[in-house]
Each structure stands twice: as C-alpha cells, then as structure tokens.
C-alpha cells in the first residue's frame, strides 16, 4: 500500500513539474516573436537545467538502487530537454555577445560539476548508499539555488507592492511540485529528495501570499530591464496586446488619410 502511494505521489509530483518547467514556453514565446529577450535573466533556466542533470543521474540504476526512483529520473529528463531548449534560444536571441558570453561562463562550469560528478560517483564510491550520499549533497545545494533564485523577485514584489513580474501560475505550480515531492522524500525516506522540498515548499506559499496580497494592486510602468524575473503577468501582457493593437489601428488610419 506503502509503495503504491510513493508511486502515485511520484506521478503527480511528475505531472505539477511538467507544468513547472513548461511554463516558461510563454516567456520563450514572447521572446521569438520579438526577437529579443528584452533584459530577461537566464539565470533561472541555468540552476534548473544543473538540478535536472544531478536528480537525473540521482535516480538512475548506478546511484539510487535498481529503479526505486524511475519518477525522478523521468521528469528530470524532460527537463534537462526543455531547459537546453530554452537556453539555446536565448542565445540564439542574445542581441550581444556579452550575454551570451555570460551565459557560457554559467553553464560550462555546470556541465562540468555534472561530469565530475558522474566519475566519481561511479568510480570512486562502490556502494548505493554512498554514492546516493555523494551526488545527493551536491543536487541539495542545486535545488536550494534554485528556489531561492526567485527571493529577488520576491523582494522587488514587496518593495514595488505589485506582481507585475510574478504570475501566479508559475507560482502556484511551484507550490505543486515541491510539496508533491516532499511528500515523496517522505515517504521514500529520502532526505535528499525531500529536504531541497523542505525548503521550497515554504517560500512558495509566502510567493502566494504576496501574489493574493497584492494582486489587485494597479500594474506599475516598469521597463522590464529592470526587473530579473521570468514571466510577464498575464494582465500585464493583455494591457501590450491591447496597446500593439491601438498602434496598429492609428498607423492604419494615418496611412489611409495620406
């Protein structure tokens, strides 16, 4: 019964991460239509891809034991996919060689932590439970950057009083997913798994809680250069859209006069 619950945990925890990771298709979206990333961070799509690589290696056969793990190494899987995807496109879309300089010194350096990683574990430790102790510490302090990345974002939404730059999709699947596999940390009686979670968990809810504090505050005019988050709030890119199309409606009518 036990082992039925993990499972079924597992494959929810699988289904909230997918929308996690694909949420970012709005912004990438957004991006190749313009052609431009318009200032927003990479840093984010970095540290998930580094914590997709390390929990994939994590549940596979040679560190977890046989497939205990098989629902973390799947979604992680498709994540190392989606998160190569769209770090390619944001170079592609880099307008300076800078940024995308930048963004090779970040994932270059990751790559090799992954590589290293995958050595020693195999090579040097000869038991499960080391090598899970091994690559587990090292995907703890991956996962923790990466839900403590969105503290900037978090700050600016209490400094400003708006959500401008924090959807709440993709804050809500982040409350999903992270409590899904906490639970399954838990129930796996797996630290490694539910205690990166342990931290998540709470500073999604207080991601919520700003979002409903503040989400009736008027959007405020900030150029998006300015900010590091991901995501356009949804009402921020209906007020674009509407502006395009005024545009467009009295360009149309200045030509048709001349």
Same mark, same amino acid.
């Given at each position: 019964?036990?082992? !039925?619950?993990?499972?079924? *945990? $597992?494959?929810? =925890?699988?289904? /909230? @991460?997918?929308?996690? +990771? &694909?949420? %970012?298709? #709005?912004?990438?979206?957004?991006?190749?239509?313009?052609?431009n990333i318009e200032g927003f961070s990479c840093v984010p799509y970095v540290l998930a891809l580094f914590n997709c690589?390390?929990?994939?290696?994590?549940?596979?056969?040679?560190?977890?034991?046989?497939?205990?793990?098989?629902?973390?190494?799947?979604?992680?899987?498709?994540?190392?996919?989606?998160?190569?995807?769209?770090?390619?496109?944001?170079?592609?879309?880099?307008?300076?060689?800078?940024?995308?300089?930048?963004?090779?010194?970040?994932?270059?350096?990751?790559?090799?932590?992954?590589?290293?990683?995958?050595?020693?574990?195999?090579?040097?430790?000869?038991?499960?439970? !080391?090598?899970?102790?091994? *690559? $587990?510490?090292? =995907?703890?302090? /991956? @996962?923790?950057?990466? +839900? &403590?990345? %969105?503290? #900037?974002?978090?700050?600016?939404?209490?400094?400003?009083?708006?959500?401008?730059?924090?959807?709440?999709?993709?804050?809500?699947?982040?409350?999903?997913?992270?409590?899904?596999?906490?639970?399954?940390?838990?129930?796996?009686?797996?630290?490694?798994?539910?205690?990166?979670?342990?931290?998540?968990?709470?500073?999604?809810?207080?991601?919520?809680?700003?979002?409903?504090?503040?989400?009736?505050?008027?959007?405020?005019?900030?150029?998006?250069?300015?900010?590091?988050?991901?995501?356009?709030?949804?009402?921020?890119?209906?007020?674009?859209?509407?502006?395009?199309?005024?545009?467009?409606?009295?360009?149309?009518?200045?030509?048709?006069?001349?």
């Amino acid at each position: 019964m036990s082992e !039925r619950l993990r499972l079924a *945990v $597992g494959v929810m =925890g699988n289904v /909230a @991460s997918m929308l996690l +990771y &694909a949420a %970012p298709m #709005v912004t990438f979206s957004r991006v190749m239509k313009k052609k431009n990333i318009e200032g927003f961070s990479c840093v984010p799509y970095v540290l998930a891809l580094f914590n997709c690589c390390l929990y994939t290696w994590y549940g596979l056969p040679i560190v977890s034991y046989k497939w205990e793990n098989f629902p973390v190494v799947t979604i992680n899987g498709i994540g190392i996919l989606l998160e190569v995807s769209f770090i390619l496109i944001y170079l592609w879309f880099s307008s300076t060689k800078v940024k995308q300089k930048e963004v090779a010194k970040m994932v270059v350096p990751i790559i090799l932590i992954c590589v290293a990683t995958g050595i020693i574990s195999t090579f040097v430790f000869h038991e499960h439970r !080391r090598r899970k102790v091994f *690559v $587990g510490s090292i =995907g703890l302090v /991956a @996962s923790i950057a990466m +839900y &403590a990345s %969105p503290l #900037v974002v978090v700050r600016q939404v209490i400094k400003t009083k708006s959500v401008e730059f924090m959807p709440f999709y993709l804050s809500l699947f982040s409350f999903l997913a992270s409590g899904l596999w906490m639970a399954y940390g838990l129930l796996s009686h797996d630290l490694f798994l539910a205690s990166p979670n342990l931290v998540g968990t709470p500073l999604c809810i207080l991601q919520l809680i700003l979002y409903f504090k503040y989400r009736k505050n008027p959007v405020m005019e900030v150029e998006p250069q300015k900010w590091p988050d991901l995501e356009y709030n949804d009402e921020k890119l209906k007020q674009e859209e509407k502006k395009d199309q005024s545009m467009l409606v009295v360009t149309e009518n200045l030509s048709t006069k001349n």
